[in-house]
């Protein structure tokens, strides 16, 4: 049974939230135009040449963010593109608003590979009722999920005591170094095995993984005191070429 | 047994501190393990690290006091979070994991269980930086301290998380700080152990057998009941046992003499100020007594060594 609810490309709010109450489905996937064919894409292609970082936009609407960039990496450049993407990114923020109420989105843009989405991990906020939004723009590979109950808890929790604040730093030392992984751990040869081809100890049917169709919108279930979150991991063919993530984050606690 | 100054406490530590884990198992011989307590408090061990919520452990630990009368050692506890986590979290605030009652309420029952007057350190376990500037755990230790109830202050780090220790070390808060450090993660001597130096804060080295891994043990797996058992799952076990035996083979060592070689490794750093390694067994303290007795190791045996880390 598949864990992975697809929709067309005007879904609006009210289907994701349907699927998404379906505690069987883990995360919904929006089909999004190719970036070939989208107004802004040669912004995302400038994006992914320049090195990559992350932006929180922390407040600043879209449009402010993106302006914030161009004028940083691109001399104030791709106007017309940014109104564009500010658009899109507006349309899904609003999109993610509506599943949680009282949400005010957490909009962030990230264009380097943090290694440490190879391994299979939930998402976590300090609010009740959370989820997430991707949209990978230039990735060739989707997000993976799968279902809590493919993941054998005792190991799980052993792997990631060893390995999480190992993970913490490799992630910061590609994001300060932008060093290769497989530079930055080769003395940990099983591990990088294990990002590599996503076979972790802990999984108990590899087979019952899903992927998002590359390119496409998504959104799943973020932890939260009060809910269980989506086991979801990235794809090693994302590792060369992340592209550009927009990451919409909405959490609130019921009023 | 040598002696180690305790940070800008002054308090002279013996280098080896009796880690207590092993004495809160269940199954344990308390025969056994009384024997073991015994013989390291009188053999020149005077610092013992303990979790304050470890009833079985706590009260191992008051009997022996108890028993053997004369000066108390020092006592580095480790506080309970009132909040259950399996990982350091930052979205779990410092004022609900440590509340400053809670820390002071488990702080003078632990005095009265163990029947000493102060304490040596009491430590905020599984430490986010974030909690640097978070509730009111500083002030309640700091106004213990203050009393007379405990020397000193610290955090103590999740396993592998050295990185979290580093703004508390430098902002003069706390007195001490605990972290693992051992032959498979030797990321504490990169910088979180200088670092110690010059704000003149204690270290406590922990786990430097990696949990028992850096021994013959991982031969077989760990018996159920034993939180090992779970941590060592199977390729974990292998992949651990299959590292420790390449480590022997690289000084042409039987697998025997690596606790030895593991405890003088952790011993050897000059900013560590007491290696805490888990005993519950009399032959266990008598070797690893032994063993520090040996002193550091050779310079040119710690450059080979350093091709051994993986988890760091
Ligand atoms: N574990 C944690 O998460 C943690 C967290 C914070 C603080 N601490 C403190 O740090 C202390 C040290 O860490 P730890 O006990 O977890 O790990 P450790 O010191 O690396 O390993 C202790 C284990 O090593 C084995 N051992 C000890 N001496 C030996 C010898 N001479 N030859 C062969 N094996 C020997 C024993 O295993 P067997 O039991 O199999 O005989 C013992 O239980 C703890 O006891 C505790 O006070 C621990």
Known sequence: MTALASLPADAGAEDARRRLADPAIEAVEIAAAPLDAQPFRDLVQALKRAPGFRLDFRGQTPDEALALVARQLFAGAFAAERASLAAEIERLAALAAALVEGARPQIALRTYFAPGDLVWHVDRVAERRAFRLLWPLGRPGGMRVTQADNIDPGIYGAYMRREHPLLCRLDTEVLRTGAPLETLWAHRPAQLAAMTTGRFPFIVDPARAWSVAPGAISIHRVATPAAQGTFHCSSWANRHAPGVQIVITVAADPA | ?312
């Open chain 2, 1 to 312: 047994m040598r002696m180690r100054r305790l940070g800008r406490t002054g308090i002279a530590v013996s280098e080896l501190t009796l880690g207590t884990t092993g004495l809160g198992r269940p199954g344990l011989d308390p025969a056994e393990a009384a024997q073991a307590v015994d013989l390291a408090l009188g053999s020149g061990i005077n610092t013992v690290e303990l979790a304050a919520a470890d009833r079985q452990a706590v009260s191992i630990l008051a009997e022996a006091i108890r028993a053997r009368g004369g000066a108390a050692p020092h006592v580095l506890c480790r506080a309970t979070s009132r909040v259950a986590f399996d990982l350091p979290s930052p979205h779990v605030h410092a004022g609900d994991a440590y509340p400053g009652a809670a820390l002071r309420t488990e702080t003078e029952q632990l005095l009265r269980d163990l029947g000493v007057e102060r304490l040596a350190l009491v430590q905020l376990h599984a430490w986010c930086p974030e909690w640097l500037d978070e509730g009111d755990w500083l002030e309640t230790l700091l106004s213990l301290r203050q009393e007379g109830k405990i020397a000193a202050i610290g955090v103590s780090l999740f396993d592998h998380d050295v990185p979290a220790g580093l703004d508390a070390v430098a902002s003069g808060r706390i007195d001490c700080v605990q972290l693992m450090y051992n032959l498979f993660d030797q990321a504490a001597a990169e910088e979180i152990l200088p670092l110690c130096r010059r704000h003149d804060v204690g270290a406590v080295a922990r786990s430097p057998l990696y949990f028992g891994g850096l021994s013959p043990r991982l031969a077989q797996p760990f018996p159920a009941g034993d939180w090992r058992a779970a941590y060592f799952f199977d390729s974990h076990r292998r992949e651990t046992r299959a590292r420790a035996e390449a480590i022997a083979a690289s000084l042409g060592l039987p697998i025997d003499a690596l606790p030895a070689l593991a405890l003088r490794f952790a011993l050897s750093h000059p900013a560590v100020t007491t290696v805490a390694v888990g005993m519950h067994r009399p032959d266990h303290v008598a070797a690893n007594l032994a063993a520090a007795a040996e002193g550091p190791l050779p310079a040119e045996t710690l450059e080979r060594l350093a091709g051994h880390r993986w988890l760091s």
